[in-house]
Every structure is written in C-alpha cells, then in structure tokens.
C-alpha cells in the first residue's frame, strides 16, 4: 500500500471509485513491464474453447467514474503477430496514446496467418481448427463483461493488413456487439480466383501454413465453402442494414520523404554497428520496401474496388486515401482524429486524455531495427512492448479524380488547392484524404486533415485533433492509379 492510500485511510478518506478500476490486476493478468503498468495495460491469460488453447489479450481499463456505462474499442493485429503481446500495445502504433482514458482498449495476441476466422480445419502445425470470429464476439465480450464490466453491446472493432477485412467481417457477424468497424490497409474482396491463389500463398509464405486453401474456409469450389462469407464487397451492404459505421483507410504505396528519412537513418546506425553485414542489410533494406510497396498498392486497388461499390450501393461507408506504404507508423498517422471520431461514435465523452505512454527500453540490435522498419509487418521482428524501433513517417493525401467542389475548397488541403491555415500544422507530405460514399443529403464529402509527424528517432509529434478542413465534393472514388 503507498504512502498516500495510508494517509488516506488514517483521514478517514477514500480515493475515487472507478467502475472498472484500471489499477486492479484481474486474475489470470500480469505487468509485462513497468511501462505497461504506469499506463494501466495488463496482460491476461484466458482459454478459449474456440481457439482450443489459452490466448494472450491485453486489456487497457478505463478510468471512468463508478457507475459509468464501459465500451471498448478491440484491435486485431496484422500477419506478423505473435503469442506474447499485441502489435497494437507497442508505442508505434499510437492508440495507447491517441484513445482517451475512458475507452477500454482490448488487444488480443497471436493469430499469425489465422486471417482472425473461422477455420473449417486445423491448419499446418494445430490440432485445431481456431474459430477467432467466435472467440473475439462471443468469448471475449462475455470475459470482458465480466472481469471488466464492459457492455457486450456497442463497442468498436478494428483490423490491420491481414485482419482489416476480418475485423469488417466480424462486426458484420457480431452487429450488436460491434457498430463501429475500422480497417486499415486490407483485402477485401476475397471470394475470387486472386483472392483463392493469394490468401493461402501468403498465408505458405509468411506463417508457414500450407494448407489455408482448403482448411480455412474450405475449397471454393466445394459445397459449404464460405469464401463467400468472407467477402467484404459481398456483404458490405449489411452494415446500412444494420445501423453500422465502416471506416477504410489505405496508402497508395508511395514512400513519403520522411519514410525514406527514416529508413536511411534506421540503415546507417545498422552499418555503424555491423559494417561487415552491409550487403545483406542493403538487400534487406530494398526488398523490404518493394514488398511494403507491393502489398499497399494491393490494399489501394482492393480498397479502390469496395469505394467503386459501396458508392454504387450508396452505402455510408467512409473511405481515407494517403501517400505512404504497408507499416505501423503509416496507419497511425491520423491516429488521433481516428480515435476522436470513433469515441464520439461509441458515445464516449471524457474530460481527461491518457498521458505520454511510458517506453520500455529497447532491447533490439540495430540489425533487428532495420528489418522492423522496412518490412511491411514490423510485429515479425518480436521486438518487446514499447520498442519503437519500426517507425515510418506520416503520409500525404493521394489525389482524388477531378470533381466539381463547392467554395469551401478553396483552402481544402486537396492536391492542387492552397490551405494556408493548416499547411503550418502538419508535416512535409502529412495531409490525408477522407472520402465518404453514398451520404443522402449531401452526397460525398471529403475531410483533409493533417496526421503527425515523426522525428528520425521514431518518435511521433501528433497535430492537433481539431486541424481538420472539411469540404464537399461531387466525386467519391479515387484515382486507382
């Protein structure tokens, strides 16, 4: 006990009551780390029946008063992940220091390759077939209701590169416990010859899993496969039905400035360190990036191909193009607007903001950080929480095809417009565009804000959250190209 909780105990005083009280370790949950514990971030161990083992989730509490009604916003993690910690939790990845301390944050570990499904079979290597749709909407909510007291009803799911259209699809399955769905960078239309070819390939290649083609969601061209329901583009128009907010969001693959800044930082303290490893590290640092390249340009077509049909099917889904490629510190760009928005959508109000995240020291070579920051998934390098050894810089708006804007566009941020008013907030290359399908009173608008930018040293500087321009605009697909 502190000295204060003594002090107030002899004053016949008692602190405040939270309603779930972040400072309570649960059963089953540790600290990792000093850092984690300064920022209320404890790590359970939980079996789950669907999974057929024990899951690692890391859970950030609220700090709401007693009483309070708890939501949570749930972050699936990338191909990359491992069984230890999640992605999310690392302060590269923003949301421990961009969501508010109202909001309960819930992080699940592990999944690598899993595409965070229902898996027909066991894949290569498991005994089991994991149903990670059946664990994050029914196993984790009821654990979280009850170890937590966060409502199973009303929460927000977001989704990374692999787990991007799985977190759509999840929600999809789960409506009353998700109405805000958030996808950063995914594939989305699944249910077709490149998306049967690729999936398991990817799936072979980077997780070791050689039988995805047909134990995920069973051959496509066999009876009770469920590709099909897998498909982002083939049920999006569920989410109108049911109420749901979607947000989507991709790079087009072109490395700003500031991510070439870094990488090269990044690369000379490898060579410092190994000058005879300068060889593999060049082809390390190159073929990096081309596969970050790659797999972005990937999630602009597939995203491009959702915009094209959910305008078609007039569909309120919101759609956000940047410059920038396939790594964390590119998705936490916008970050903090990200948070605002999807708290205000949860109906999350707080009058306290979570402080600077404490960091862990590093605990990685120079080596390890050059492979953290140019591969496309930087949760491969294992790094520990709160290592920031991956960082990529902000990104810029992608330009949107020619539209017909009304006066307020004059200082909008988009390409070939002067925005005198915000050019001084945000970063060399740091605006982003937001492009929102099938409104009904309006039609499309476009929202430009400025993200935040990096220092060379991977630490982020975030703009202010209210540095936004809002215009409208007759177009809301973008240029592919």
């Known amino acids: 006990m502190t000295a204060a909780a003594v002090s107030a105990l002899a004053l016949g005083m008692a602190g405040p009551a939270h309603a779930v009280d972040p400072d309570r370790l649960r059963d089953g949950c540790i600290w990792l780390s000093d850092a984690d514990e300064a920022n209320h971030v404890q790590t359970c161990t939980i079996h789950s029946e669907a999974l057929g083992r024990d899951v690692v989730v890391q859970i950030r509490a609220s700090d709401n008063a007693a009483g309070s009604t708890e939501h949570a916003v749930y972050f699936l993690d990338g191909l990359g992940s491992n069984d230890e910690y999640s992605t999310w939790s690392k302060d590269e990845a923003g949301a421990l220091t961009s969501y508010s301390s109202a909001t309960n944050l819930v992080m699940p570990a592990g999944g690598a390759g899993e ?11 498991s ?15 009821a654990y979280l209701d009850e170890n937590f007291d966060v409502e199973q009803t009303g929460n927000a799911i977001v989704g990374v590169s692999m787990s991007g259209a799985p977190a759509v699809i999840i929600g999809l ?14 594939y ?50 569920e989410a109108k ?4 907010t979607v947000i989507i969001s991709t790079g087009n693959g072109l490395l700003t400035p500031k991510e070439l800044e870094i990488a090269w930082t990044v690369l000379q303290e490898a060579v410092r360190d190994t000058p005879e490893q300068l060889p593999t590290l060049l082809a390390a640092a190159a073929s990096g990036m081309v596969l970050g390249v790659t797999l972005e340009l990937g999630a602009l077509v597939s995203t491009a191909i959702l915009n094209v049909g959910a305008v078609a099917l007039d569909l309120p889904v919101e759609f956000r193009y940047s410059n920038g490629g396939h790594n964390w510190f590119a998705w936490a760009q916008g970050e903090d607007e990200d948070a605002a928005h999807i708290e205000d959508l949860l109906g999350i109000t ?20 050059l492979a953290a920051s140019v591969t496309s998934d930087p949760a491969e390098a294992n ?4 290592s920031n050894d991956d960082a990529e810089p902000s990104t810029s708006a992608v330009e949107t095809p020619e539209v017909t804007a009304s006066p ?7 390409p070939g417009a002067e925005n005198p008013e915000t050019s001084d907030r945000s970063d060399e290359g740091s605006e982003s565009g937001t492009v929102t399908a099938g409104t009904e009173e309006t039609g499309s608008s476009e929202t430009v804000t400025p993200g935040p930018t990096e220092s060379t040293d991977g630490e982020i500087s975030r703009a202010p959250s209210d540095a936004g321009v809002t215009s409208t605009a007759t177009s809301s697909v973008p240029d592919a190209e």
């Open 115 to 125: 595409w965070m499904t229902n898996w027909q079979d066991a894949p290569t290597g």
């Open 127 to 141: 005994e089991t077939a994991p149903q990670w749709d059946t664990f994050i909407g029914d196993e984790l909510p």
């Open 173 to 186: 399955n789960h409506s009353d416990t998700f109405i805000v769905m958030r996808s950063y960078s995914g």
């Open 188 to 237: 989305y239309e699944t249910n077709n010859p490149l998306g049967w070819i690729l999936i398991p390939y990817i799936q072979g290649e980077r997780a070791d899993i050689d039988n995805g083609l047909s134990a995920m969601w069973g051959l496509p061209w066999s009876s009770g496969n469920q590709w099909a329901a897998n498909d982002v583009l083939t049920r999006i128009a």
């Open 241 to 244: 039905a049911n109420g749901q």
């Open 350 to 369: 707080s009058t306290t903001q979570t402080a600077t995240t404490q960091t862990a020291p590093t605990q990685t070579t120079a080596a390890r950080s």
């Open 383 to 386: 790094d520990p929480p709160g």
């Open 408 to 414: 307020a566009t004059a200082n909008s941020g988009i």
